[in-house]
Nanobody, 119 residues
Framework: QVQLVESGGGLVQPGGSLRLSCKASGGISGIYNMAWYRQTPGKQRELVATITRDLTTSYSDSVKGRFTISRDHAKTSVFLQMNSLRPEDTAVYYC?????????????WGQGIQVTVSS
């Protein structure tokens, strides 16, 4: 019954910004690491950014300095602020979270949300 729902994607011009949101819900006992991944047709899913429960962050080299990951424990949400967007950032973006339900901790994924950077 755990669900991750992404929002905030869409079409943006090169150099523009978007803010992705992801909210987890449903029988959650605890949320640990959270992350954003992205995938384009014909390519492997790529890790974009991670954030730990204590707010330690990590970024892929391709987005470092342009993207910022953050989280709100009370809202069970993770965000990705994307600035200075480039056409190569175009992808389906997926929210990830390690979530404990009762005694089990498992990986959960959002359904994906499209980000298109184009003139």
């Amino acid at each position: 019954q755990v669900q991750l729902v992404e929002s905030g994607g869409g079409l943006v011009q090169p150099g523009g910004s978007l803010r992705l949101s992801c909210k987890a819900s449903g029988g959650i006992s605890g949320i640990y690491n959270m992350a954003w991944y992205r995938q384009t047709p014909g390519k492997q899913r790529e890790l974009v950014a991670t954030i730990t429960r204590d707010l330690t962050t990590s970024y892929s080299d391709s987005v470092k300095g342009r993207f910022t990951i953050s989280r709100d424990h009370a809202k069970t949400s993770v965000f990705l602020q994307m600035n200075s967007l480039r056409p190569e950032d175009t992808a389906v973006y997926y929210c990830y979270a390690a979530i404990r339900v009762h005694f089990q901790r498992d990986d959960y994924w959002g359904q994906g949300i499209q980000v298109t950077v184009s003139s």
